[in-house]
């Protein structure tokens, strides 16, 4: 949260450190800024789940979910798919270009109710990246006791468009701590990488139907494309899962970020201040405006 | 608690005496209609106005404001730095707002200083202004009560209040802004129980006795239907099919939006001059499809209907529900008066504050 006796429209200054491209199609590249003034990294102290205002000075700010997580020191990892004027021109940008961040934002992940529980983290798609966040933050070895079994389904349409390659395959690896599997909806017949683990093939409900079973004692933290959300849904609550076990990551357009400018609503809550993280069940006391 | 009398003309040189010490905003004729200026030689003050066409709203809150600045030129060691635009907020005092103007500040404040973050123009904006006001009994016929605004007299939202008595005005501080105020402006002291008097001619109002005038509103503006809107549950009230027919006519041109004391959205946008940029903040219209569409080109409320609903569910439901301190409105009547179409918020506020009762005469 920013402090409440700073400006909370001024920027912390950053620098690009590097640029990874992380799909075939150049569609999706990963920003890894550092804070030009060190001292600001305290200041931003941030939980997976929450995001940023990211400020290209001249073009304008765009919300994005922070990529990496906490136990990651030194830098902050933005994943930002080229869609509108301020991500296009972020996509042209080179390392050592300036930007602004403002944040952290939102609310986060229900850390508090998934320490002592098992956990089950869904993703499709760019919407991976709070996602990531988290699963570096659980599987880190300072923190991964507090948690117990950790399961992850993540999908994207074809194996060249699946994030954090490096982070996979490390995440497949025995040792790793989480529980992950990996899908493509279509494999294509001339990937420009083969996996060196099982890959699955079909959409991300499929392999949650065969692999989430046990909604015991379990929180599930999902976010991806409205299509996962509208078919995912039903299949964990066919396996028991209440409402208020099941957290989603919403997104609107957002200008202030900081629950002002009226735009994120949905009913009564601002998707940038009461979320972006809501349960199901507190969705379901919401008009349906998404 | 200063009282103070004017007597009819010996009021504008008072106000002028402010002038000394604030940046003074008067209501001033503009062609057919009314306007809050700032009082320099080139205006003349019209304290016998009903009500300006734009709110004075935007003397906290600019229509358009300069937030941050920042150079783009690669020489300038700070480049690409966003800073704050240097700026002062010079003491100001909006003289001649009315009631339910005032009251729109206490309304709009809960946006822009919550308990986690805090505008900074805003407060500073806010702080520095002093609200004089003018209290006399001309509602006109679009105008209506809330819980935010009592009547021509409510004075909760002002510094001082002046109460219009024909041959004069008697005015009032309200706490150490007031004070300081009047203070400033001097003025006689008025006859020992002239306060007393006007009160209690003001409380009697309501009654036959009084007859119609300065004090008295003939007839005095009706309650806009709310009382039940708090029991109401959301999300039936949201997909209730009235929504329908109520945007129906509507032209998404904003005018309600954009002349409602009370409403408070914005846009933020980046401009560059040259080397030069400001980083700009304008009032926008939650009437508009650009205000929700998002990159993708998804726009969660596309239809017309769901803005028109997201309007009236935000002014008198959701703000309700929120703060705990009544609805969103004041009861001004800009958005009745300047609706090219006539949609009505008398109208839509029966409609959802009678919601469940419909479906129950429907039943019977």
């Given at each position: 949260?920013?402090?409440?006796d700073?400006?909370?429209?001024l920027?912390?200054p950053?620098?690009?450190e590097?640029?990874?491209t992380?799909?075939g199609d150049?569609?999706?590249?990963t920003?890894?800024?550092v804070?030009?003034?060190?001292?600001?990294?305290?200041?931003?102290?941030?939980l997976?789940g929450q995001?940023?205002e990211?400020?290209?000075a001249?073009?304008?700010?765009?919300p994005?979910?922070i990529a990496?997580s906490?136990t990651?020191?030194?830098?902050?990892l933005f994943t930002v798919?080229k869609m509108g004027?301020?991500?296009s021109?972020l996509h042209?940008?080179?390392p050592?270009?300036?930007?602004?961040?403002?944040?952290p934002?939102g609310?986060?992940?229900?850390?508090?109710?998934?320490?002592?529980?098992?956990?089950?983290?869904?993703?499709g798609?760019?919407a991976?990246?709070?996602?990531?966040?988290?699963?570096?933050?659980?599987?880190d070895?300072s923190r991964?006791?507090k948690?117990k079994?950790?399961?992850?389904v993540?999908?994207a349409?074809?194996?060249?468009l699946?994030l954090?390659?490096d982070?996979l395959d490390e995440?497949?690896?025995?040792?790793?701590?989480?529980?992950m599997h990996?899908?493509v909806?279509?494999?294509?017949?001339?990937?420009?990488r083969?996996?060196?683990w099982?890959c699955?093939?079909?959409?991300v409900p499929a392999?949650?139907?065969?692999?989430i079973?046990d909604?015991t004692?379990?929180?599930v933290?999902?976010c991806g494309p409205?299509a996962m959300?509208?078919?995912?849904?039903?299949?964990l609550k066919?396996a028991?899962?209440a409402?208020?076990q099941?957290y989603?990551s919403?997104?609107?357009?957002?200008?202030?970020?900081i629950?002002?400018?009226g735009?994120?609503?949905?009913?009564?809550k601002?998707?940038?201040?009461?979320?972006?993280v809501?349960?199901?069940a507190?969705l379901?006391?919401?008009p349906?405006?998404t | 608690m200063r009282?103070?009398?004017?007597e009819?003309d010996?009021?504008?040189p008072?106000v002028?005496?402010?002038?000394?010490a604030?940046r003074?905003?008067?209501?001033v004729r503009?062609?057919?209609?009314h306007a809050f200026?700032?009082?320099d030689?080139s205006?003349r003050?019209d304290?016998d106005y009903?009500k300006?066409?734009?709110?004075?709203?935007?003397?906290?809150?600019?229509?358009s404001e300069r937030?941050l600045?920042f150079?783009?030129?690669?020489?300038?060691p700070e480049?690409?730095?966003?800073r704050?635009a240097?700026?002062?907020f010079p003491?100001?005092a909006?003289?001649g707002?009315r009631?339910y103007?005032?009251?729109?500040?206490r309304?709009l404040e809960?946006?822009?200083?919550t308990?986690?973050?805090?505008d900074p123009?805003?407060?500073?904006r806010r702080?520095?202004?002093?609200?004089?006001?003018l209290a006399?009994?001309?509602e006109?016929a679009?105008?209506?009560?809330t819980?935010n605004y009592a009547?021509?007299f409510?004075e909760r939202g002002?510094?001082v209040?002046?109460?219009?008595l024909g041959?004069?005005y008697?005015?009032?501080?309200?706490?150490e802004k007031g004070?300081?105020a009047?203070?400033?402006?001097g003025?006689?002291e008025?006859?020992?129980?002239?306060?007393r008097?006007v009160?209690?001619r003001i409380?009697?109002?309501?009654t036959?006795?009084?007859?119609?005038?300065r004090l008295r509103?003939q007839p005095?503006?009706?309650?806009?239907p709310?009382?039940?809107?708090?029991?109401q549950?959301?999300?039936p009230l949201?997909?209730a099919?009235f929504w329908d027919?109520?945007?129906a006519?509507?032209l998404?041109?904003?005018?309600?939006?954009f002349l409602?004391?009370?409403?408070w959205?914005?846009?933020?946008?980046d401009?560059?001059?040259?080397q030069?940029?400001d980083?700009?903040?304008?009032?926008d219209?939650?009437?508009?499809p650009?205000?929700?569409?998002h990159?993708?080109?998804h726009?969660p409320?596309?239809?017309k209907t769901?803005?028109v609903r997201?309007?009236f569910m935000?002014?008198?439901?959701y703000?309700?529900?929120?703060?705990?301190r009544g609805?969103?409105?004041v009861?001004c009547?800009?958005?009745?008066e300047?609706?090219?179409?006539?949609?009505?918020?008398?109208?839509?506020?029966a409609?959802?504050n009678?919601?469940?009762e419909?479906v129950e005469?429907?039943d019977?």
């Open positions: 949260m920013i402090a409440r700073r400006n909370p429209y920027p912390y950053v620098r690009i590097e640029i990874i992380e799909t150049h569609s999706l590249k920003f890894k800024l804070f030009l003034d060190p001292a600001d990294e305290a200041r931003f102290a941030f997976p995001f940023a990211i400020s290209v001249g073009k304008g700010e765009i994005i979910g990496s906490p990651e020191k030194g830098y902050l798919q004027v301020v991500t021109h042209s940008m080179r050592g270009d300036r930007l602004g961040l403002r944040g934002l609310n986060w992940y229900p850390w508090e109710r998934m320490e002592g529980r098992n956990v089950v983290i869904i993703g798609g760019c991976f990246s709070t996602l990531r966040s988290s699963i570096v933050y659980m599987t070895p991964r006791p948690f079994r950790l399961t992850a993540y999908g349409r074809c194996l060249s699946l954090y390659s982070r995440w497949k690896g025995e040792k790793s701590g989480i529980d990996v899908t909806d279509a494999m294509q017949e001339s990937e420009p083969t996996p060196r099982q699955h093939v079909g959409f392999v949650v139907k065969e692999k079973k909604p004692d379990a929180i933290i999902l409205p959300l509208k078919f995912t849904l039903p299949v066919e028991g899962f409402d208020g099941i989603l919403l997104e609107n357009r957002m200008k202030c970020g629950g002002m400018c735009r994120c609503n949905v009913g009564g601002l998707v940038c201040k009461d979320g972006p809501f349960s199901l507190e379901g006391e919401l349906r405006e | 009282t103070r009398y004017y009819r010996a009021f504008p008072a002028a005496e402010l002038r000394r604030y003074v905003f008067v209501p503009r062609g057919d209609f200026a700032e009082w030689d205006v003050p304290f009903r300006t066409r734009v709110p004075p709203k935007g003397l906290v809150f600019p229509q937030l600045v150079s783009t030129d690669e020489r300038d480049h690409d730095i966003l704050e240097p700026k002062d003491p100001q909006v003289v707002i009631p103007d005032a009251m729109a500040f309304v809960v946006n822009f200083d308990p986690e973050v805090r123009w805003w407060l500073r702080e520095a202004t002093t609200l004089i006001g006399r009994a001309d006109d679009t105008m209506f009560r819980e009547g021509p409510d002002l510094d209040i002046v109460y219009d041959r004069g008697l005015a009032k501080a309200l706490g004070e300081a009047l203070a400033a402006m003025g006689d008025p006859a020992a129980d002239a306060l008097e009160e209690e409380a009697r109002a309501a036959p006795e009084l007859p119609a005038g509103a005095a503006a009706p309650e806009l709310t009382g039940r809107l708090r029991a549950p959301v999300v949201f997909e099919e027919e109520v945007a006519p509507c998404n041109c904003g005018v309600c939006t409602c004391p009370t409403c959205c914005f846009d933020i946008q401009e560059v001059r040259k030069e940029g980083r700009i903040r304008n009032w219209s939650c009437m508009f650009l205000y929700t569409l990159a993708s080109g726009n409320r596309g239809k769901q803005r997201n309007r935000h002014k008198l439901k703000y309700l529900d929120k703060y705990d609805v969103m409105c009861g009547g800009r958005c009745v300047a609706c090219p179409v006539n949609i009505d918020i008398r109208e839509v506020a409609r959802m009678g919601f469940g419909q005469r429907h019977r």
